[in-house]
């Protein structure tokens, strides 16, 4: 069982930034995919960002160039770097891991609240 806690949410003004971090428990982190998503009051939750190993990185259209995703396997933690901030990256941001082999998304943090004022 892999716990993921995240932090660094907060309200900020367009095209402030801030780095958000998540937790996770767990001896094989290093081998799980890490990624991102958000979900908006009214809206289905979407992917933002997403790391396999400490390589790969893919990134959804909306925030290709401002957002940032790495990780730390030392300190068991993932990032989101987020730039260049604007009113519609408001959400809240939810960090998960998916095991080697597995076709979702296994585990899930609470989330963390993102809101930008313009």
């Known amino acids: 069982q892999v716990q993921l806690v995240e932090s660094g949410g907060g309200l900020v003004q367009a095209g402030g930034s801030l780095r958000l971090s998540c937790a996770a428990s767990?001896?094989?982190?290093?081998?799980?995919?890490m990624g991102w998503f958000r979900q908006a009051p009214g809206k289905e939750r979407e992917f933002v960002a997403a790391m396999i190993a400490s390589i790969n990185t893919y990134y959804a259209d909306s925030v290709k160039g401002r957002f940032t995703i790495s990780r730390d396997n030392a300190k068991n933690t993932v990032y989101l770097q987020m730039n260049s901030l604007k009113v519609e990256d408001t959400a809240v941001y939810y960090c998960a891991a998916q095991r080697l082999g597995s076709a979702t998304y296994d585990y899930w943090g609470q989330g963390t609240q993102v809101t930008v004022s313009s």
């Open positions: 767990g001896r094989t982190f290093s081998s799980y995919r």
